[in-house]
């Protein structure tokens, strides 16, 4: 017999439409630039980092398929390697097929550019579906949007950090985000 946890345990972790209206209309991605790009990396190499793999996520929009092209490109020209790189729609059924794909080949690190509303659902599924880790997992400037970890839950995102359009950086520390300018870039 299911008691009520073993139900909720397995119900889908897609948002809810209520859920999606209630954060009104989230932005499209921007084209990334070279200072957005630069903090990522900078992210992903902190002095005695011991990342060298990732996997690279990205919507399908123009703006997040050149971004993870370009970082796909200066990663590996750095000497990294890229596992592997994967692309989700903005709506599906339950994103289940690009969140295994994404966690597959265990990388030390994730990189992501996308839209907030397919990643906010993709974050769900892999929270949900997989041994994601949010901590370890770097952005592009289209995510940092306050209302991503409340689309997603509070601790779902929990240490998801990115990068700025002006070069600064962002992190999810439960359901908050936090931005530092250029300058002051800690995270």
């Given at each position: 017999?299911?008691?009520?946890?073993?139900?909720?345990?397995?119900?889908?972790?897609?948002?809810?439409?209520?859920?999606?209206?209630?954060?009104?209309?989230?932005?499209?991605?921007?084209?990334?630039?070279?200072?957005?790009?630069?903090?990522?990396?900078?992210?992903?190499?902190?002095?005695?980092?011991?990342?060298?793999?990732?996997a690279v996520?990205?919507?399908?929009?123009?703006?997040?398929?050149?971004?993870?092209?370009?970082?796909?490109?200066?990663?590996?020209?750095?000497?990294?390697?890229?596992?592997?790189?994967?692309?989700?729609?903005?709506?599906?059924?339950?994103?289940?097929?690009?969140?295994?794909?994404?966690?597959?080949?265990?990388?030390?690190?994730?990189?992501?550019?996308?839209?907030?509303?397919?990643?906010?659902?993709?974050?769900?599924?892999?929270?949900?579906?997989?041994?994601?880790?949010?901590?370890?997992?770097?952005?592009?400037?289209?995510?940092n949007d306050s209302?991503?970890?409340?689309?997603?839950?509070?601790?779902?995102?929990?240490?998801?950090?990115?990068?700025?359009?002006?070069?600064?950086?962002?992190?999810?520390?439960?359901?908050?985000?936090?931005?530092?300018?250029?300058?002051?870039?800690?995270?």
């Amino acid at each position: 017999m299911n008691n009520p946890s073993d139900r909720e345990s397995s119900r889908s972790p897609l948002i809810s439409p209520a859920d999606l209206a209630a954060h009104g209309d989230l932005p499209r991605p921007c084209p990334h630039t070279d200072g957005e790009l630069a903090a990522l990396i900078r992210l992903l190499t902190p002095p005695k980092s011991r990342i060298e793999t990732v996997a690279v996520g990205h919507s399908r929009d123009a703006a997040s398929r050149a971004a993870a092209d370009a970082f796909a490109t200066a990663w590996t020209a750095r000497g990294g390697k890229v596992l592997t790189i994967v692309n989700w729609p903005e709506s599906a059924a339950s994103w289940l097929r690009p969140a295994t794909r994404l966690t597959a080949g265990l990388p030390d690190a994730w990189v992501v550019a996308a839209a907030p509303l397919g990643f906010a659902q993709l974050a769900r599924r892999l929270s949900h579906s997989t041994d994601w880790d949010p901590s370890r997992t770097y952005a592009f400037a289209s995510l940092n949007d306050s209302r991503l970890p409340a689309l997603t839950g509070p601790d779902t995102l929990h240490g998801l950090r990115g990068a700025t359009a002006d070069g600064g950086t962002w992190e999810v520390h439960r359901g908050w985000v936090t931005t530092y300018d250029a300058a002051d870039s800690t995270s």
